[in-house]
């Protein structure tokens, strides 16, 4: 009853449990205590105080100083707190943060169009129909000789992605407002016009042409690097496509009664490669293989451009 009693006093009840297994180290005030921990007794008073002195090899346990000084404890808390506050406010913020708008560029080619019948015809319609996009920021244009540029910026919270759908839309619902006679659709890449290349490649050969380079970049290594993930665009420049040059005189196309737009026209439908048809018969079918197409400057000489009492009226004769 008195080691209960002295224990009550203590208001330790783990010492209590202590307390009743070891009976050593007797003081005068009638306690009895284990030998880690020491007593002292005035007067035949209860003990007034006491002190836990460390057991060799016992367990540290850090925590135990904080739940003894609570309110110390509370005071340190508010003070990191403060200080994380009045820190946080000394943060650097830069003035022109790294930040990569999502962006398209749209590309649309007609050629031989003025840049203000690219303006009117081709990057107007666009535009309204680029308009109506949700999530658009900014939008600006370019026409120019045979070309429409169209670069689309975006907020940050819209995925690229799901962009690029909305302008796929968007250029299909334009179609019908587009000229009927263009040679391909608008053209659209994940790029921003203002980055640079990160990669730069030449090629050259002994053997072969520049014409020839340049077809085997565009149909052979410009789709490999462009399946690539993190490629926006491949482009390629520097290179040669073959073209014929066709110069007509006026005064002979007057004599004939035509005009520079039935040359084009008769050119145009020419140099074609379309179905030729077959031949069904009662045992075998035959399919027509020939390829209208002109390849060479010597294959548009003898072209037929229109008749005239009764003759033809060839190309050279223009």
Not at 99 to 109: C, G, K
Request: charge should be neutral; hydrophobic fraction near 40%; glycine fraction near 6%.
């Amino acid at each position: 009853m008195n080691l209960l009693k002295l224990c009550k006093s203590l208001s330790d009840w783990d010492l209590a449990l202590r307390l009743l297994h070891q009976k050593k180290n007797v003081h005068d005030c009638g306690g009895v205590c284990p030998p880690d921990i020491k007593l002292e007794c005035r007067s035949g008073d209860a003990v007034s105080k006491y002190r836990h002195s460390k057991r060799e090899g016992g367990p540290i346990n850090p925590s135990r100083i904080f739940i003894q000084r609570p309110v110390a404890t509370s005071l340190l808390m508010v003070g990191i707190l403060l200080a994380g506050g009045v820190a946080y406010r000394q943060l650097a913020v830069s003035a022109l943060p790294q930040v990569d708008y999502p962006t398209i560029q749209v590309v649309t080619f007609y050629p031989g169009a003025s840049p203000d019948v690219m303006a009117s015809s081709v990057t107007a319609p666009l535009e309204r129909q680029f308009g109506q996009m949700p999530g658009l920021q900014q939008m600006t244009s370019t026409s120019s000789d045979g070309s429409s540029v169209i670069t689309l910026q975006f907020n940050l919270s819209l995925n690229i992605d799901v962009a690029e759908q909305e302008v796929q839309q968007s250029i299909n619902a334009s179609g019908t407002f587009l000229p009927a006679d263009l040679p391909t659709p608008p053209l659209y890449s994940k790029i921003n016009p203002a980055d640079t290349p990160i990669l730069t490649l030449a090629l050259t050969s002994a053997t072969l042409p520049l014409s020839k380079v340049e077809d085997l970049a565009d149909t052979r290594l410009a789709p490999k690097i462009s399946q690539l993930p993190g490629v926006g665009l491949v482009s390629i420049s520097g290179g040669q496509k073959p073209a014929v040059r066709i110069q007509a005189n006026p005064t002979a196309l007057a004599n004939y009664g035509l005009n520079l737009e039935d040359l084009r026209t008769a050119i145009a439908s020419s140099s074609v490669n379309q179905a030729k048809g077959s031949f069904d018969g009662a045992h075998q079918a035959y399919q027509i293989g020939a390829n209208d197409q002109l390849l060479s400057s010597s294959d548009y000489a003898p072209l037929v451009i229109a008749y005239k009492n009764g003759a033809p009226v060839k190309l050279a004769d223009m």
